[in-house]
């Protein structure tokens, strides 16, 4: 649902979000960890990554206070 895509990048290429999630849900920080080349589509994921939150809390038996994610977007075929 927080997915609003414009320009593709070319075939082969994606962009990688790495968001750290907090332990109870929430995005405390998500930035552009590979590029796609598309300025659109690298946008595009990055609020598709921050607008996805809130997120279950991390369960009680998580040791660590934070958790990254890599989110990968890429054109399927």
């Given at each position: 649902?927080?997915?609003?895509?414009?320009?593709?990048?070319?075939?082969?290429?994606?962009?990688?979000?790495?968001?750290?999630?907090?332990?109870?849900?929430?995005?405390?920080?998500?930035?552009?960890?590979?590029?796609?080349?598309?300025?659109?589509?690298?946008?595009?994921?990055?609020?598709?990554?921050?607008?996805?939150?809130?997120?279950?809390?991390?369960?009680?038996?998580?040791?660590?206070?934070?958790?990254?994610?890599?989110?990968?977007f890429a054109l399927g075929g």
């Amino acid at each position: 649902r927080s997915w609003k895509a414009t320009a593709a990048p070319q075939a082969g290429k994606k962009a990688v979000v790495i968001s750290t999630i907090t332990r109870d849900g929430k995005v405390m920080e998500a930035k552009i960890g590979t590029a796609s080349g598309s300025e659109g589509w690298d946008k595009a994921a990055l609020q598709a990554g921050k607008g996805a939150a809130p997120f279950p809390p991390l369960p009680k038996s998580w040791a660590g206070t934070s958790l990254e994610v890599h989110w990968h977007f890429a054109l399927g075929g």
